[in-house]
């Protein structure tokens, strides 16, 4: 069983994003690293998550190297996660050190990266999923445009629930994905 994601996990990737000169946010990365684990499924073509980071980024061809690293292990461990099936899978998030408003930001970037890299080779849209999984996705655009409230014990409390639904989320598009494909 994987571990959940750690906060070193967390400042790792968020390191080499700013060694590689770009401010973009470590969820939205891993959250298009989970899209296009699940878009290859669906379109049974491997999605080259570095040129999406690349696009996404605006990262040069000389950085490229200081992310592939990170990349390619958060790659590997959320694949394995997600085939385990064993609810294992986590989202790479700030932890509680973190203020309210970022965390919300997270996850919504982290919602926001994973329907680019789900929809990036437009070999399928959301209406061709099947129903639950189209419903989650389109969930999640809803998701990307989060922000957090005035009622701050309130909003710790929706944000909790909000994460692990879009944990769970990820976890039944892939294995009706995965379904479809056997």
């Known amino acids: 069983?994987?571990?959940?994601?750690?906060?070193?996990?967390?400042?790792?990737?968020?390191?080499a994003l700013v060694l590689a000169d770009t401010d973009h946010?470590?969820?939205?990365?891993?959250?298009?690293?989970?899209?296009?684990?699940?878009?290859?499924?669906?379109?049974?073509?491997?999605?080259?998550?570095?040129?999406?980071?690349?696009?996404?980024a605006g990262i040069s061809n000389e950085?490229?190297?200081?992310?592939e690293a990170s990349i390619d292990s958060l790659h590997e461990s959320s694949q394995q996660s997600l085939n385990d099936r064993d609810s294992s899978f986590s989202l790479l998030l700030p932890?509680?050190?973190?203020?309210?408003?970022?965390?919300?930001?997270?996850?919504?970037?982290?919602?926001?990266?994973?329907?680019?890299?789900?929809?990036?080779?437009q070999a399928f849209t959301i209406d061709k999923l099947p129903r639950d999984a189209?419903?989650?996705?389109?969930?999640?655009?809803?998701?990307?445009?989060?922000?957090?409230g005035e009622d701050r014990e309130q909003d710790e409390w929706a944000l909790a629930e909000i994460e692990e639904y879009v944990r769970v989320g990820v976890q039944l598009i892939f294995e009706e994905l995965q379904d479809d494909v056997a």
């Open 95 to 121: 932890d509680e050190e973190y203020e309210l408003v970022e965390r919300t930001e997270a996850v919504a970037q982290w919602c926001q990266g994973f329907v680019f890299g789900f929809l990036s080779n």
């Open 1 to 15: 069983m994987n571990p959940t994601f750690s906060n070193f996990d967390y400042d790792r990737l968020r390191g």
């Open 134 to 148: 189209a419903e989650i996705a389109r969930d999640f655009i809803a998701i990307s445009k989060a922000e957090p």
């Open 25 to 56: 946010n470590a969820s939205e990365v891993h959250g298009i690293i989970c899209g296009a684990i699940c878009n290859q499924l669906k379109s049974g073509r491997r999605v080259d998550v570095i040129e999406l980071v690349s696009a996404v």
């Open 63 to 67: 950085s490229k190297g200081a992310l």
